[in-house]
């Protein structure tokens, strides 16, 4: 990314202004927001006497936050109430404040702002999950498949590779009502299960299957183990051999 991409976030204090933005036109009107990007051809028409406040996101930054921006600029968002006000509060009263941040707590504004702002827009989006969405998640559940034996494994690890925000990773599970983390508990479980009562592995360390399958803890894994099973894997080995 060159040094001149942004995301501008444009906020409507008083008065109204129109704005073309590539394709589209809107009117912009008092307590409302759009996000517009710098890469794009833009237009401002004073309607009025207008107070406003622009904010500039580096694109890289707001991408990593929220992957499906790209739906919501040049769109005209209203906050006269809920989430929408919350955020419009927030977005004054930072404009207002910038300079008196001190310079190494400006970031975590930045990061609580976006967290506002990608939570506002995704309660804007009435649209099914889409396609690419669903492939990203499909293509998550393949890579925890896939790496269940490494002991990073986890929603940091998940996020990085796909070059998401964690925030964005946790989201997506949740549309299709799952939790990473309990996913790859489970999925790592399962296989140290079956593991344990394969007939070729009777004999083997029940630790050592334990860390070949990600855990890291021998006590933390029969915790887990007797809570989903209800025996520890010591007492399921030897209930499935004494058949």
């Not at 710098?38 to 406003?52: A, G, H, N, P, V």
């Not at 999950?129 to 986890?154: C, M």
Request: with cysteine; glycine share 6%; charged share 25%.
């Amino acid at each position: 990314m060159s040094d001149g991409e942004y995301f501008g976030l444009l906020y409507i204090y008083e008065g109204a202004e129109i704005v073309s933005h590539e394709d589209k036109t809107v009117e912009m009107k008092s307590n409302s927001f759009m996000i517009w990007d710098s890469t794009k051809r833009i237009e401002f028409k004073l309607l009025s006497d207008i107070k406003k406040l622009t904010l500039l996101i580096p694109q890289d930054r707001m991408r990593a936050q929220f992957p499906q921006i790209d739906q919501h600029i040049g769109k005209c968002i209203g906050c006269g109430s809920g989430l929408n006000a919350v955020v419009a509060s927030h977005i004054a009263a930072l404009g207002g404040e910038m300079n008196a941040i001190r310079y190494g707590i400006g970031d975590s504004a930045i990061d609580l702002s976006l967290e506002l702002i990608t939570t506002c827009l995704q309660s804007t989006d009435t649209h099914p999950v889409s396609k690419a969405r669903q492939d990203l998640y499909d293509a998550t559940i393949r890579f925890i498949h896939e790496n269940l034996d490494h002991t990073e494994l986890g929603p940091t690890l998940i996020a990085k590779s796909f070059h998401i925000s964690t925030r964005y990773l946790h989201l997506l599970y949740a549309e299709n009502e799952m939790s990473v983390s309990n996913l790859i508990l489970n999925k790592r479980l399962e296989q140290c299960r079956r593991q344990l009562v394969h007939f070729g592995n009777a004999k083997d360390n029940i630790t050592n299957i334990a860390f070949q399958w990600g855990f890291n803890d021998s006590s933390h894994f029969s915790k887990v183990f007797k809570k989903k099973y209800g025996v520890t894997p010591k007492e399921y080995r030897e209930r499935h051999f004494a058949v």
